[in-house]
């Protein structure tokens, strides 16, 4: 889904509907998004909101929601301004770092396996992976 544009390039925002739909009945999740003016129970709604903040400057700090980010990390960056946080990797970790390190570094080793793959001339079509 385009979420924002840039002279000729997109932002794309790709996901498993099914899986955010899954993500967004944690309740921590409903209500960092409910405090940002988010329809919690529909999906369409959130995306929408979402793709607003994307495109009215401001940048949306509970995008973080949208990215998988554990919502105790997203909450930890609202509530400090991106500071104070334990350890700093794919994104600021407020809550279990030790979880977060052992995920960033799986993150690594799975980047690397697709690049290589990717390099060796396998498509962008071929190495995504439907669940």
């Known amino acids: 889904m385009p979420v924002k544009y840039f ?3 997109a932002l794309i925002y790709v996901f498993r ?13 409903k209500q960092i ?3 940002n003016g988010y329809d919690t129970d529909d999906i369409q709604k959130c995306m929408k909101r ?5 495109q009215n400057g401001s940048f949306p700090h509970e995008i973080g929601i949208f990215l ?5 990390d997203v909450q930890g960056f609202i509530d400090n301004n991106g500071q104070n946080f334990k350890i700093c990797g794919h994104w600021k ?5 030790q979880k977060c390190d052992n995920y960033f570094k ?3 080793k799975c980047t690397r396996c697709y690049l290589d793959s990717y390099r060796s ?9 439907a669940v």
């Open 33 to 35: 998004l409910r405090e």
């Open 121 to 129: 001339g396998n498509t962008i079509e071929r190495l995504t992976v």
């Open 50 to 54: 979402i793709i607003s903040r994307l």
């Open 17 to 29: 509907p099914k899986l955010l739909r899954a993500y967004l009945k944690d309740e921590s999740v």
């Open 106 to 108: 799986q993150c690594e």
């Open 68 to 72: 998988g980010y554990p919502p105790e």
């Open 7 to 9: 002279g000729n390039k």
């Open 93 to 97: 970790v407020y809550g279990d770092e």
